[in-house]
């Protein structure tokens, strides 16, 4: 069942990036306004989130990475309801099985921080032979995970990642994403060894929306932005939609859509294609197009039980809902480009 384990873990987890989107969205779980990434190796030598949430009580590090162990569902009925980022409590165990996990974590009533090394599901001490308990050490409150050696046991998915400067860029783009959805919540993401100061991405608390697309984008995206929003939420599509789009005068190489449905970054391949028609159809020159949507779905309307892998999520009244959105771009387009 181990060789099992591993290979449904690797199915799982594909490259560090997305192993840090499972990570990030923990952290985001767990109320945490700093978020620290830091990579080396383009994450596959070592990939570790440092957050200040809520932290891991003592009592619940053995059982960590457990599958199937998660702290977001209490009842059957939360699953129809649930809002927080992925529930099915596979992601810590799905990384244990193909890296070396070490957990650092401390609850903000505990007086120290305690240090869990994890393989295969299961706590382990740091040599042979050593005790597994988790160990008191000091360490601020919240939550430091720390990835290391990924895949050293599943040699085709090894192979299978990119340079890692490719890696590394896949993971900023995770981190900026999260960081534009999130904005407010200072994230920072480097390389190991570069200075703090030398972050590639670095967003402040209480940073506003279009702040942080600058930071991230740079001023030539986020200055030709137009806000847009509706709320259908009372309506039959139950959906409030809000974002914003870039107007005629960015000139970018292909589209870049930043797409959020229940906080979750997921594509939708409609949504892209339905939005480049937009621009190349009813724009001069047209333009591709910088999109930020997050879309707010009834949770019964949409599949949340969606593989980590598995990106592409479809909604209900999908056509309806992709007019709406369409129909609001179109109208600032307009509105603002007479
Ligand atoms: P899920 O997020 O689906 O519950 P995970 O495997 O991603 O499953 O995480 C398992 C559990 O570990 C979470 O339910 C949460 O209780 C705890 N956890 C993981 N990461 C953090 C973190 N950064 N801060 C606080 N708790 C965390
Ligand atoms: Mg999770």
Redesign the pocket.
């Known amino acids: 069942t181990l060789v099992i384990n591993r290979i449904a873990a690797g199915e799982i987890i594909h490259r560090p990036s997305n192993a840090l989107k499972?990570?990030l969205?923990?952290?985001l779980?767990?109320g945490?306004t700093q978020i620290q990434v830091l990579s080396k190796d383009g994450g596959m030598k070592m990939l570790q989130?440092q957050?200040n949430?809520?932290?891991?009580h003592k009592d619940?590090l053995p059982l960590?990475?457990e599958r199937f162990?998660?702290?977001?569902?209490q009842k059957y009925e939360d699953l129809e309801t649930i809002q927080?980022?992925?529930?099915?409590?596979?992601?810590?165990?799905?990384i244990s099985h193909v890296s070396h996990l070490t957990?650092v974590?401390k609850t903000r009533d505990s007086v120290c921080a305690y240090r869990a090394k994890y393989s295969d599901g299961k706590l382990t001490g740091s040599k042979l032979g050593e005790n597994a308990e988790p160990k008191q050490c000091a360490a601020n409150d919240?939550?430091q995970?720390i990835v290391e050696d990924l895949f050293y046991n599943i040699p085709y998915r090894r192979q299978a990642l990119k340079k890692t400067s490719e890696e590394y860029s896949r993971i900023l783009d995770v981190v900026g994403k999260y960081a534009v959805h999130n904005a407010g919540v200072a994230m920072s993401c480097r390389k190991l060894g570069n200075k703090v100061s030398g972050s590639d991405l670095q967003t402040n608390v209480g940073s506003s929306k279009l702040e942080v697309i600058q930071q991230v984008y740079g001023r030539s995206v986020s200055s030709n932005l137009f806000e847009f929003s509706k709320d259908l939420s009372t309506t039959n599509l139950g959906v409030k939609i809000n974002g914003y789009a870039s107007g005629t005068n960015v000139e970018q190489r292909k589209t870049t859509l930043l797409l959020f449905i229940n906080n979750r970054l997921v594509e939708n391949s409609q949504i892209k294609s339905n939005i480049e028609q937009l621009y190349s159809s009813t724009l001069p020159r047209s333009p591709k197009p910088f999109i930020y949507l997050s879309l707010l779905i009834k949770p019964q309307y949409v599949d949340v039980n969606v593989h980590p892998t598995k990106k592409e999520v479809h909604f209900l009244n999908q056509d309806l809902i992709i007019n709406e959105i369409v129909n609001s771009i179109q109208d600032i387009l307009f509105k603002n480009n007479d």
Request: aromatic share 6%.
């Open positions: 499972e990570l969205e923990n952290s779980d767990a945490s989130i957050d949430g809520s932290g891991i619940d960590l990475c162990t998660t702290s977001k569902i927080t980022y992925g529930f099915r409590g596979e992601a810590l165990a799905s957990v974590t919240g939550t995970i």
